[in-house]
């Protein structure tokens, strides 16, 4: 039969959502530094810390507030293929459709921060401790349950055209994805959300392991690079520990 | 230079199948710790053994590496069979013969798979009973479909679809185009989720319904073991040897599909790697020709804007938007189901063409995703548009054969994706729209085929008892428009 058609070729265009994601991350990072170079200052105890992890800061809504900067710097870039989905699926309403889910999907984490740091109140992690929290984090990278975790992640939910729909299956849909995440990743970011120093080579390495398991193709492998690179952390402050001492 | 022919209905026995009983006897005699031995060979495809065994599990599926790891797992079996052929003092020049299903008269299982005793009335080792009934019985595969539809019976067989597109690869990730002949540009994978349409809808329904919901070739853990299944991906790599002889028709030249790997077996039973890069010429790298290969042909005549939108010349992705859902999971146990698709008001006027057939209409595609399978059903389903109400005017848009549904591949390392059909609807949407003002509301239907549907359908012949079937659940089900 003759068809003629008409011609509307959309391609993956990713450009916009790169930049503001890269934009969120370097403005967390940015913020961090900045507080925890005022709260160093304010306690006039110059140490080579530019940053202090959030369990370290006094009051919970400062410690609260630290770590939910911590998160979106941590886990923004990773969440690219999840918002590409959203974008390319909602294209009409991506202008509100792409923040609601990122901020459905920070909200749980800043929910299971709350409750954790209410929790545990103000601690000082020893050196010993953050090794051992390090180690589970490791060991957490090779059980059965992160593997669901991270193929759970994988799922792409329905999202809704129009109208008071389409916004609660975004927030569904962030709130989701916040969920499975905090269930794949909980594990790497326990010791950092507990202060455990140093914090910008363990944040470096913790956004490392996260995002290479968004991103990779080999979902197996990247689990136990992320193992190997918790556990050479683990190692890196053990040594460091007993050399001090 | 060995010659894969057409397989012998008349006479059931020739050489080439005489032969190619008595190498599946020898090679079954063999232990399984032998990769020469008939289910090693199987357990390459898959298994449901957990072992960690060589090559085990390796077969790809759903994406750009199903028809080159097909064409190199046939090669090297090929190989392993003409070595036991000529050790049992058969021909040399022994190839293996391919079922082409598609010529009239030619889609019942040919009768040398169907006969109890072989060319020297001994057990045939190419019978199996793990077969749908009906296919051993010697029903046409086109007459089990029509119990489903006319419709299913012409489209469920047909490569031509396929062969039509003009680019071996569409887009690989999820919301691209899923198109092209060969599918989509996904990781190495055991179940990726972008099928080109000859391996869901045609590879798909002849492995469901030769297996059926209890036999071995509805399932890619069991499939190799039943001797057809060579003969059914030869055609299959047939297709593929058809298509690229077309003029302007090239395989992929990106790194990421020539240079993958792949461990096969030689008759010695050691180990051979391939890529892609060493499939591509059968006669220059493989040895083998295909009694149909001739000079390279002109392209089908199909309608070139139709082709160029569907894939772009450059083979570009393209994003596909969503302009209708269904509310909720859909739910598929071997019945009938139905489900509305919610359109608004901007999705009906872009769905609705402009003036009858020949207006302008923009392509439209209905996908069917996120789907859990706990088992491959062994049962199709066909799926169709209909109307708000109308549901004799329902619209076929494609088959469900739910083949290589489950993402269970515990050994190897890749995303455990859900399997995902999408199907072109435009041309199901243009006959729903004509006589109708605009298309205010769509549904979509699901029909098995399934044991019930073949007792009623086949007239003459006792219904198989009904087996449980698993419950196949689509978490997103959309319509599409590029």
Known sequence: ?245 | MHERRIVSFDPVWDDTLTWYERAVAKMRSRPLTDPTSWDYQAAIHGTASDANVAAWRTCEHGGWFFFPWHRAYLAAFEDIVRAAVTSLGGPEEWALPYWDYELDGFDSLPPAFRAPKNSSGQPNKLFVTERWSYVNDGVGLRRMLAALDPAAADEGLSSTRGMNERTFSGGGADMSFPFGFGGGQTPSSHQANSYSHIESQLHGTVHVLVGGPEGWMRNPDTAARDPIFWLHHANIDRLWSKWAAQAGRTNPTQAAWLTQGWTFFEPAGTSKQWTPAAVQDTADQLDYRYDTDGPVQPPIDVDAAMVDDVAGADGSRRDLQPVGLVDGTVRLSGHAAAATVELDDASIAALTPAAGLDAPTPRSFLELADIDVPDEPGILYGVYLAGGSDTEAAQLVGLAPFFAARPDAPQRDQHEHRLRYVFDATEALQRLAVGADSIGSVRVLFRPLGPAQLASGLDGLDGAPEPPMPEVAIGRVALLMG
């Open chain 1, 1 to 245: 039969m003759a068809t003629a058609v008409t011609s509307s070729p959309l391609r993956v265009r990713s450009a916009h959502l790169v930049v503001l994601l890269a934009g969120m991350t370097a403005a967390a990072w940015l913020a961090m530094a900045v507080s925890g170079h005022q709260a160093s200052r304010g306690s006039m105890q110059a140490t080579h810390h530019h940053m202090h992890g959030v369990g370290t800061t006094g009051s919970l809504p400062a410690s609260v507030a630290g770590f939910a900067l911590m998160t979106v710097a941590m886990m923004t870039i990773g969440l690219l293929p999840l918002l590409r989905y959203v974008r390319t699926r909602t294209l009409r309403r991506r202008w509100w459709s792409v923040p609601t889910v990122v901020a459905a999907y920070f909200a749980v984490w800043l929910l299971v921060g709350l409750v954790a740091l209410s929790l545990t109140g103000r601690v000082e992690l020893s050196p010993v401790a953050v090794v051992a929290l390090l180690l589970v984090a490791a060991a957490w990278q090779l059980t059965p349950m992160k593997r669901w975790a991270m193929t759970s992640c994988e799922r792409t939910t329905a999202l809704r055209l129009s109208g008071r729909r389409a916004t609660q299956s975004e927030l569904r849909f962030g709130a989701h994805q916040g969920a499975w995440c905090v269930m794949s990743c909980w594990a790497v970011m326990l010791p950092m959300a507990l202060g455990a120093q140093p914090a910008v080579p363990l944040m470096i390495a913790g956004t490392t392991v996260v995002t290479t398991e968004r991103l990779t193709s080999r979902p197996a492998r990247a689990r136990l690079v992320g193992a190997a690179i918790l556990a050479a952390s683990a190692a890196t402050l053990a040594a460091a520990h007993f050399a001090l001492t």
